[in-house]
C-alpha cells in the first residue's frame, strides 16, 4: 500500500465512546443521554472560512498542498530532504487573511455545538455490543462525518452473574437451612420479589449444589417475553465446633432446629428444582469472554480493513 504526505481523509474521525451500564439496565432495558460539542460546518460562511467573495486563501508557503519541504544539510554536498505538515496552515492548505475572516468561525470553517444522541440500551443485550450513529460524529468542508460509536460495557449487579442469557445467583445458607429446608426472599434484576424455598422432601441441599428456576434468566434480546434460566449456587456455611461428644450434638440440634429461616414476605412463591446438568459456570465464562475477545478483533480489523481501502481509492 503507497501512502504519500498528500493524501488527506475523504471522512472525520470516529466518536468512541464506552458506556458503563448496570446488569439491570441490561434485564430491563434503558433509555441513555450522550452529550458532546460536535464541530459542524460554520452556517454564515457555508465552511469557507470568509464572507467576503472571491478571496484567495491558498497558503502560500504550501501553495494550496498542506506538505512543506524541509530540506537539512548533512555535510559538504549532502541534503536530505522531508516532507511535513505544512506549519503556516497545519495541513489545510488555505490561510485566511485575518481581515478576511468570517466573524462566526475566525477562518476555522467550523464552529462546536452541543450535541445530544439518545442511547437505547434494550433488553437482552450485551455487554462489547455496540450502537452506531451514522454520520454523526464531526463535520469538516469538503469531507464525509464520520460516525459516532457507542460501546456497551456491564457493570456488575450484586450477587447476579449472568452467563449468555442465564443467571447465577449465590447464596449462603447455614447448616440447619441444609439439613431442614428454608424459605428465603430474592429481589429479581427487575425488583420483583421471589420466595424462594426448597422442597420439604427434596433432602439435604450441600455446599456447591445447583438449583434451578426456569424463565428467570436473561431476556431474549429479539423476543424480550421469553428468558433464560435462574440458576441458584449454595455455600453452606458450617459451625466451628467441636461436635464429637454426644451431649454437644444434642445441643447443636437443637439450636439447629431454632435457626431454620422462614420468610412471611408478599411476592411469588417459587419452589426450586433440580437442575437436571449443574452448569459449569467457570467455563462457561470463559466461553463468554472468548467471544467477547473475537468480536472486537474482528470489528476492529474490519475497521482496519475498511482505512486500507480507503487509502488505497484515494
Avoid at 258 to 274: F, L, N, P
Avoid at 286 to 314: A, I, P, T
Amino acid at each position: 500500500m503507497n501512502m504519500n504526505m498528500n493524501t488527506k481523509p475523504t471522512r472525520t474521525q470516529d466518536i468512541i465512546h464506552t458506556l458503563n451500564i448496570p446488569l439491570a439496565e441490561f434485564y430491563s432495558g434503558s433509555t441513555r443521554k450522550l452529550e458532546f460539542n460536535q464541530k459542524i460546518i460554520c452556517y454564515s460562511c457555508n465552511g469557507s472560512g470568509s464572507n467576503k467573495p472571491g478571496v484567495d486563501t491558498t497558503c502560500k508557503n504550501c501553495k494550496g498542498s498542506g506538505i512543506e519541504i524541509r530540506v537539512r544539510k548533512l555535510g559538504p554536498g549532502m541534503v536530505q530532504q522531508s516532507q511535513a505538515q505544512c506549519s503556516a496552515c497545519n495541513g489545510e492548505g488555505t490561510v485566511i487573511p485575518k481581515a478576511d475572516r468570517c466573524i462566526t468561525c475566525n477562518g476555522r470553517f467550523v464552529i462546536s455545538r452541543p450535541k445530544q444522541l439518545e442511547i437505547k440500551i434494550k433488553p437482552g443485550m450485551h455487554s462489547g455490543e455496540q450502537i452506531v450513529f451514522k454520520r454523526e460524529s464531526h463535520q469538516s468542508p469538503g469531507v464525509t462525518s464520520g460516525d459516532v460509536i457507542v460501546t456497551l460495557q456491564e457493570v456488575p449487579s450484586g450477587s447476579f452473574v449472568r452467563i449468555g442469557n442465564d443467571l447465577l445467583y449465590n447464596v449462603n445458607i447455614n447448616l440447619s437451612e441444609s439439613l431442614g429446608g428454608f424459605s428465603i426472599p430474592l429481589e429479581t434484576l427487575d425488583k420483583r420479589m421471589l420466595n424462594i424455598r426448597t422442597d420439604p422432601k427434596g433432602g439435604i441441599i450441600s455446599s456447591g449444589s445447583t438449583k434451578l428456576i426456569r424463565g428467570e434468566g436473561m431476556p431474549y434480546l429479539h423476543s424480550p417475553s421469553q428468558k433464560g434460566n435462574l440458576y441458584i449456587k449454595f455455600n453452606v456455611t458450617i459451625p466451628q465446633a467441636n461436635m464429637l461428644d454426644e451431649e454437644t450434638m444434642k445441643i447443636i440440634q437443637s439450636k439447629l432446629a431454632e435457626k431454620r429461616r422462614s420468610t412471611t414476605a408478599t411476592g411469588k412463591d417459587i419452589v426450586m428444582t433440580e437442575s437436571a446438568i449443574p452448569p459449569n459456570f467457570d467455563a462457561m465464562r470463559r466461553e463468554e469472554d472468548r467471544r467477547e475477545e473475537e468480536q472486537k478483533y474482528k470489528k476492529r480489523k474490519h475497521k482496519d480493513d475498511e482505512g486500507m481501502v480507503n487509502c488505497s481509492q484515494q
